[in-house]
């Protein structure tokens, strides 16, 4: 059976071909089987049961990615408010429908819409759509983000039972703020991708272009240029690389190659944290050996989406 629904996972295979396990909280991948072997990796220390987000897989950053924005920007003081990576790989998503269920490909859609929860510490109307594709030879996640603040009537109608909820709540709950007048929905996405590898500090990814800006968290976030040529993950990399735009990034482990396609993420982040992941509660031992993370992102700054709009973005993982 293509397409298997438990209570909290979906699986979907294609025959003795690939392989890969969503869970509903975070929408979050958590395996991908191709080409004969596991390509995501998954600590085995990993809560799987809700209670915070899952340490592997593709866990899904939005609306912030990183640490929370300064609050001096107006129209991100409730972004300044959230946790680290936003709130949607905390939360459960619903699996809305299967897309596709064809012997040459199967997918399926999740969805995130406000919730009461989501309202007190976020109160925009969004609409998250997730579709996540397995083929023979690639995986493609999909996030599109709609602005559903509309004339259309329906949307609208949308608006006003998200209105309501949000004036229900109380000042406790919604902080002292009022509601935002701005309706522009502000966003950064990021797809967390935990590669799965043989051993990290022999790998290298290509495809980084010389003269990149980036930044190097590891060197308390200052500002760098790239000079080009392989990176390595053989010490402690936490690097966001800013305006990549459609280059792909390939990850090179021995003879085997994977490559990281985007469409409307230019920007991606690198990391490993080498002998840092002893400090990572979930993180099991000797995990950070066998992953290295390359996530692409739109991340430079958040993108606003004003009433109506929307913004699908996707990355494409492909074994070569
Ligand atoms: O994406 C890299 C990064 O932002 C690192 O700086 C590192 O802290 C990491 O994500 C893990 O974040 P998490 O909140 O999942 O522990």
């Not at 593709?58 to 936003?86: M, R």
């Not at 190659?257 to 991606?268: N, Q, R």
Request: aromatic letters at 8%; one cysteine or more.
């Amino acid at each position: 059976m293509p397409v298997e629904k438990g209570s909290s996972i979906v699986k979907l295979s294609l025959p003795s071909v690939s392989l890969g396990s969503w869970i509903y909280y975070g929408a979050t991948l958590t395996s991908w089987i191709a080409g004969g072997k596991e390509r995501l990796f998954l600590s085995s220390k990993a809560a799987l049961d809700g209670s915070k987000a899952i340490r592997g897989g593709i866990p899904i950053c939005w609306p912030n990615f990183g640490p929370p924005p300064s609050a001096d920007d107006e129209t991100l003081v409730y972004h300044s408010k959230l946790a680290q990576h936003g709130f949607a790989r905390n939360q459960t998503w619903t699996l809305d429908s299967v897309v596709m269920d064809r012997p040459e490909g199967v997918s399926v859609r999740f969805t995130l819409d406000p919730t009461p929860s989501i309202i007190s510490i976020f109160p925009y109307p969004f609409h998250l759509s997730y579709v996540v594709t397995l083929t023979k030879h690639e995986l493609s996640t999909d996030l599109h983000v709609v602005n559903p603040s509309a004339k259309d009537s329906l949307l609208a109608a949308a608006q006003t039972v998200s209105d309501a909820v949000t004036s229900a709540l109380p000042t406790a709950v919604t902080g002292s703020e009022s509601k935002p007048q701005d309706k522009g929905l502000r966003f950064q996405t990021l797809f967390h991708t935990y590669l799965a590898v043989s051993d990290s500090s022999t790998v290298k990814a290509q495809g980084l272009r010389s003269g990149l800006n980036y930044v190097d968290k590891i060197k308390g976030g200052s500002k760098e240029v790239w000079e080009g040529g392989d990176l390595k993950f053989d010490q402690a990399v936490d690097r966001v690389y800013y305006g990549k735009g459609k280059d792909d990034i390939v990850l090179v482990d021995g003879q085997d190659k994977l490559t990281v396609h985007s469409v409307e993420m230019p920007d991606i982040t690198t990391w490993n944290p080498a002998e840092g992941a002893a400090k990572i509660a979930d993180m099991e031992e000797g995990g950070e050996k066998r992953y290295v993370c390359l996530e692409p992102g739109r991340v430079d700054g958040h993108h606003t989406l004003q009433p109506g709009q929307e913004l699908l973005m996707q990355q494409v993982l492909r074994i070569e």
